[in-house]
């Protein structure tokens, strides 16, 4: 098997479990990001969704991925976050499937932006809810944020790739 080079080589689970392909984001900037509704970076969906409206007319996504894998804060089901982040966020973008970042149960795809896109000092590992992966319309990582990087702060980065 060859190694994975974009976005395209890689599957998402949908909240049902449905499997899609990434291969249709191509041409897309994307904007990947593992979430948690009870993290003290919650207040990022606000961003998130305003990135979302701003730039999906110009072919912008956001890619969110529920975690509870950091400090048991993102315990509900697909349907109890769905809900949550509608309800407080008004959240337009979809949500996929609950996943773990790290460790054996990460999915292909999440092992493949932490090696593209190392974080400090060269540490693969994501470190907390809301570490964002910017890709191009070729499906490559650009660039990897802390979860301290508010949306707001991305937009140069993603006007730049539009």
């Known amino acids: 098997m060859s190694e994975a080079k974009t976005i395209a080589d890689f599957t998402a689970k949908l909240p049902n479990g449905e499997e899609i392909s990434l291969a249709d984001k191509l041409g897309k900037v994307i904007l990947v990001v593992n979430t948690a509704?009870?993290?003290?970076?919650?207040?990022?969906?606000d961003g998130l969704e305003a990135l979302w409206r701003d730039y999906k007319d110009r072919g912008f996504e956001v890619i969110a991925f529920p975690c509870n894998q950091f400090g048991g804060q993102e315990p509900g089901s697909a349907d109890e976050i769905a809900e949550f982040c509608k309800v407080n966020f008004g959240l337009s973008f979809?949500?996929?499937?609950k996943i773990e970042v790290n460790g054996a149960g990460a999915p292909p795809l999440y092992d493949w932006l932490k090696s593209e896109a190392p974080g400090l000092m060269g540490s693969k590992g994501i470190k907390w809810n809301f570490t964002k992966f910017l890709i191009d319309r070729e499906g490559h990582v650009v660039k990897r944020y802390a979860p301290t990087d508010k949306p707001e702060s991305i937009k140069k980065d993603i006007e730049k790739l539009l």
């Open 94 to 97: 979809p949500l996929m499937g």
């Open 37 to 45: 509704s009870k993290c003290g970076f919650t207040p990022q969906y």
